[in-house]
């Protein structure tokens, strides 16, 4: 079965339907069949009737919050967007791999985020690459950390090195040193840390 993910993000009725619906409403319009409308999100309605499978309704759910947050795209961002796909196996590929992304994510704030990533890549601030790459990382982190980014540029993180060391890990941020610190200070010094640009992206594009 196709995924028709690109198709979906390329349609300016995906944006249409979506605008009329509030995240506290969404579960209401998964049950009414109000955005069957949208290609990918028909075919996922097909299975949950067929199966009632709960895993696959929050997947659902994850997969608008992700398509609401491209309906700032305009109509030739979207052109431009679906041009990027040399045919339709790279299409569904790259429509594959995000769905498989959105499904691994732990919470509703990783699909937003994803989505804003998504809106910038279209915009091309990055690569697909990059693109894909920073989503894998946003899945793989906390994301309540990824706020902690904001306003941070160089230095150490006192009494936040557990989030410093997952971000790190992570390549949100490096290592770029170590202070001794200061012996009447308990809480200067440490690991030095410095914003990747994967962090700056994050910060960018991907937080609110």
């Given at each position: ?33 109000a955005?069957?409308g ?46 990027r796909?040399?045919?339709?196996t ?63 540029t ?30 009447s ?8 840390y ?9 910060i ?5």
């Amino acid at each position: 079965m196709k995924n028709q993910l690109v198709p979906s993000i390329a349609s300016e009725s995906t944006s249409d339907l979506l605008s009329t619906i509030a995240d506290s409403a969404l579960d209401a319009a998964i049950d009414s069949g109000a955005l069957d409308g949208i290609p990918v999100v028909g075919l996922l309605t097909g299975f949950i009737k067929a199966a009632r499978d709960i895993r696959e309704k929050l997947l659902l759910k994850k997969l608008i919050l992700f398509l609401k947050e491209t309906e700032s795209l305009t109509s030739a961002e979207r052109s431009s967007f679906k041009s990027r796909f040399q045919n339709e196996t790279a299409s569904e590929d790259f429509g594959a791999i995000v769905v498989m992304l959105l499904d691994r994510s732990d919470d509703l704030t990783k699909p937003k985020i994803l989505g804003r990533l998504l809106v910038a890549y279209a915009q091309g601030h990055f690569t697909q690459q990059d693109f894909l790459r920073l989503s894998s990382m946003v899945e793989r982190s906390f994301s309540s950390d990824l706020p902690l980014l904001k306003g941070f540029t160089f230095g150490n993180w006192p009494g936040r090195e557990a989030q410093a060391q997952n971000l790190a890990s992570l390549g949100f941020l490096y290592q770029a040193g170590f202070d001794g610190g200061n012996v009447s200070e308990p809480n200067s010094g440490g690991i030095l840390y410095q914003i990747s640009q994967f962090g700056e992206w994050i910060i960018q594009y991907g937080l609110d």
